[in-house]
Structure formats: structure tokens, C-alpha cells
């Protein structure tokens, strides 16, 4: 039994369970921190739980992978079978227009010799079983869903959800309770926006000095193209169409293997358009005629979306609370200008490792573990992301603004003397009065398509007989002031279809489609009131995906 802080409450159903270390979310950064602890010491109690229904069903990237964190990990990855098969080869860098495109210079940063094309999902399959060789225990299907604390406020483990719960809130027949996992440090690596760890941030106000973390949105597809166009290792990325010169956004295109291309297009969340569509965009890229060229005759096999961290370096929070420590992408280590962030999450995941080791060998289980940022700070991601600091917020003036700024501190030396700021991405909505409709075109079945279509490829599933897991605040908002202020935006940046506004009786209604859900978190950031808020569904639901 344990008191959460929220509800005060006593949950006797509950059954509880003791480890050393619980670790939420088995992506990259907390199967990375799970392998170093056990490295260290075999002797230590380990578990992670993740919300998918098994390891990588949630896990979705590019992905170009920089192997420098896994060297560091599991110097012998390749006599392991780790999936890194494709080299990375031939880097492009475009700019186009309506029509055109213009090759560019490739950046330093997105350079990729040495670098391999993944499936992110497969390779966190396969960490997870180099986890659970060195005795770690991984239980895929549980989600947690409440951060439980001590008498002092200091954590001490998760909740996961009940299971079994109805629509109307009341306990049904196949009804379990969640099960609670204590722990002397509870380490959260949920990814993107983790709906535990937006918790933390308020509680132990883990902001107070630090700028406002910023998203993007990637909407990604996997085509299985014609073996003539297909040029396994080539790695392709974009700037310019469809976006106009004030919206921050690119594309990549990876060929992987098999005649397999990885194709997708990010979106940053603070457009000010309350019109745009981010799937439409993505949707409308395709029929670019370089872009077309390759896909023509093709076929789409896979399709899903997630939000990606871009605040770097200015938005990272206090990472250390006292019973845990954030890592990965839940504590914003991407390395935006290289569009990668795994090598990072790792690496964040064992620093913790270290650090943890250290601090529980001192016998001080529920304190604050402060060693964890200050050994971050002597290794290689805080120089990495210290660089590169400046050239994401410095598109936030324009395309033109940026390309240029960026090119200066790529070219002409990094260590500038200023740090631009960062700012809410919600708050930079325009109202629907002050902006232009767009207009655009019609899904053609072959090469554009619409949400619904595509959410069928992400083998998303939800138990339909349970509470939403998307909540309004207010449920006033959409209509009253949303729709009127936005014309509702959240009925064009979900890729997923989940909400409308649809008219009954003569009165207009806000819909929450949560079966469609892929777990993107963007209805969570972008919505200009700050009104929804994502929680789990029951564990298992969500996205299943298979080779993204």
C-alpha cells in the first residue's frame, strides 16, 4: 500500500512490488539505463514497464542511427546481432519549390558516414533482449499511469492502470487493479512528452530555469517502391515546399532495405496557421515531382506519428527530483540540427546508470541522486547539444532568418556568445480571423491519402469499453471558445482523425474519437487553451508497429 500525492488516497486492492530500480518506458534511453545498471551490478533489482503491448510496438524514428552510444554499451553489437544492417551512404540536402528542387550543401551535422538506417522498433526489441539476458525484468503491456510518493513527497515508484475499467467509469467484470512498483529510484524515460513526466515537471517545478520546451511533429510512412529506384544506404532530406517561409519543417526519404524507403515529413509545432494540417502536408510532399519520382509505382506499407523534442540544450529541466531522474527524449536530448536523438537517449540512460549505481551504493535510496547532472555535464551529450543550440530557435524569425544563422554557426564556429530563447508552442497560434485557409488537394488513393486510411496501417487498438483516455479540462472549451477563436484546430493537427466537430440538432459537438489514437501526444501541446490533457489507455493499446 502507498499514498499517491495527488488523492492522498490508500489502495488496498493493490498489490505492490519491491526493486532497486523501476525505469518507465522501454525505448533506447531506458533500456541503455537498464543494461549499465546491470553491467555494474548484477546484484541490482531492475524492471521496466512499458504501455505498448510488447518492446517497439510504441517506438517510431527515421531512423538514421550514430552507433557511438552503443559502442560504449555493447562494444561487441555486432557478434550480438544487433539489426544495424544498412550503411548509410550518399547524404542529399534539397530546397524545394512548388515544382523544383535545388541541391544544397549538406550540413556538417547531417552528415552520416558511419551511421546505419534502422528500424527503431527492431532494435529496441533487441536491446530488450540483451536487458533481459543480464537479468532485467521487462513487462510490455502495462501502463503506467500514476507516480506514487512518500510520507516527505519524494517518489517511490508507479502505479499501473486498472484494467477493466467501463466507459462509465465503473468497475466491470474483468476488472484488475493496477499493480504498484516501488522503488529507491524510479527512472522515467517515456519518450516525447510523457504524460507522468509533465507531472513531475509541475510538482517539483523542474522548469523554473529553463525556457519553455518546443516540438515537432513527424508523420512517417514506409513504402515498398520498384527495385530500379532503390538505392539501399542513399539518405535524402529537404527544406522549403510545402512550407511557407515562416513555419519550420523538412522532410527525409532513407532507403532501407529491401526495397524499402522510409519517408517523412516534420512539422514544427509552433506554426502559427491554425489551418494547417500537418498530415496534409505530409500528404501533399509526396506529390512533389522528386519525391513522386521515387514512390510512383509503389506501394505504402506502414504509416505512424509522434511528437519529437527541439528545444535542446535552453529547454532542458532540473533532470533529478528527490526518488528520480528524467532521461531520453522525456527530458528533450535530441540533437535537433542532426535529426537524431537515440545515440543521446542512450547515453543519458547511462549516465543515470553510473550515477544511480553510485548513490545507491551510499545507502541513500529515496534522496535526490544531484551526481546525474553533473556527470552529464562532463560527458559528450552536453558539448553536443551546447553547439548546436542556437540553430533551432533561430528559424523561429523565418526560414531565410534561420538557413542563413544556421549556416554561420555551422561554417564559421559554434561557440557563440548568446543563447536565443525558446518559447510554447500553444501560444503562437494565430486567431482563424488573422490567417488564410489552405487549400488542400484531395487524397488520390495512389500517392496521398486520408487519416483514416492511414491509421489502419498503424494496427492501432484500443479495449473499446473503456474511459477515454484523451480529457478535457473544461468541456466547454472546443466549442465555446476554440471553434470560435480557431475554428478548433485540433480537428487538423491530430494525424490521426481523433477529433471532429460535427453538428446535432442544430448545435455543433466536439468529438473525441480515442480509438484512433497513436499516441503522437500533439492534441497535449498544441492546443492553444491547454485544455487536453493525454493520460494511458489501458496497457497494450495504441500503435502496433512492426519495422518503423
Known sequence: MSETAEAGSVRADRESMEYD??????GPAGLACAIRLKQLSSALSVC???????????????????TRALYELVPEWRQKGAPLSVKAKQDSFLFLTAKKAFKLPTPPQMKNHGNYIISLGNFARWLATQAEELGVEIFPGFAAAEVLYDGQGAVKGIATGDMGIGKDG??????????????????????????????LISKFNLREDSDPQTYGLGI???????????????????????????????????HMADNQVSVGFVVGLDYKNPYLSPFNEMQRFKLHPEIRKVLEGGRRVSYGARALVEGGFQSLPKLTFPGGILIGDTAGFMNVPKIKGNHTAMKSGMVAAEAIFEHLEEGVNGAECTSYSEKLKKCWIWDELYKVRNIRPGFNKGFLFGLIHAAFQTFGGWRLPYTLKNHEDYAQL??????????????????????????????????????????????????NQNLSDYDEPAQRYCPAGVYEIIEEAGQKKFVINAQNCVHCKTCDIKDPAQNIDWTVPEGGGGPNYSNM
Open 48 to 66: 521496466i514497464v512499458e504501455k505498448g503491448s510488447e518492446v517497439g510496438a510504441h517506438s517510431l524514428s527515421g531512423a538514421v542511427f550514430e
Open 220 to 254: 512517417k510512412e514506409i513504402w515498398e517502391i520498384a527495385p530500379e529506384k532503390h538505392e539501399e544506404g542513399n539518405i535524402t532530406h529537404t527544406v522549403g515546399w510545402p512550407m511557407d517561409s515562416k513555419t519550420y519543417g523538412g522532410s527525409w526519404l532513407y
Open 21 to 26: 530500480v523501476v525505469i518507465v518506458g522501454a
Open 170 to 199: 465503473e468497475k466491470t467484470p474483468n476488472f484488475e487493479p493496477g499493480v504498484e512498483l516501488h522503488a529507491k529510484q524510479t527512472i522515467f524515460a517515456e519518450g516525447c512528452h510523457g504524460s507522468l513526466t509533465k507531472t
Open 430 to 479: 494565430k486567431k482563424a480571423s488573422d490567417s488564410s485557409v489552405i487549400d488542400y488537394p484531395k487524397s488520390d488513393g495512389v500517392l496521398s491519402f486520408d487519416r483514416l486510411t492511414s491509421v489502419g496501417l498503424s494496427n492501432t487498438m484500443h479495449g473499446e469499453n473503456q474511459p477515454a483516455h484523451l480529457k478535457l479540462k473544461d468541456l466547454s472549451i472546443p466549442v
